[in-house]
């Protein structure tokens, strides 16, 4: 199982950006999906996640700007950005939690490679 992620990119403040993730391989389920980013010299913190059941958990910093949205059928999470801010500079990482495959009785997790969010002032 992979994790691809994409849409990131430098945007101006105030503006916006969308990213997203797609789980391939042979999946039967994921429980949770979410999103991670890490600044420069700073800890990876939580951003946002969507279980199952479509209930979200997001940081204050972003609540009221991001919205995380999945897409079961395609294996998909996505990160709508808005009103950006500097700060929102950093690597956002996806990432994809309790995975269970077609045969399997475990679940685990799996980290998506990270993609670069750059908010001009």
């Known amino acids: 199982v992979q994790l691809q992620a994409s849409g990131g990119g430098l945007v101006q403040a105030g503006g916006s950006l969308r990213l997203s993730c797609t789980a391939s391989?042979?999946?039967?389920?994921?429980?949770?999906m979410g999103w991670y980013r890490q600044a420069p010299g700073k800890q990876r913190e939580l951003v946002a996640t969507?279980?199952?059941?479509?209930?979200?958990n997001y940081a204050d910093s972003v609540k009221g700007r991001f919205t995380i949205l999945r897409d079961n059928a395609k294996n998909t999470v996505y990160l709508q950005m808005n009103s950006l801010k500097p700060e929102d500079t950093a690597v956002y990482y996806c990432?994809?939690?309790?995975?269970?495959?077609?045969?399997?009785?475990?679940?685990?997790?799996?980290w998506g490679q990270g993609t670069l969010v750059t908010v001009s002032s």
């Open positions: 391989g042979n999946i039967f389920r994921i429980n949770d």
């Open positions: 990432i994809a939690k309790q995975i269970y495959v077609r045969g399997g009785t475990l679940g685990f997790d799996r």
């Open positions: 969507i279980n199952s059941g479509d209930i979200t």
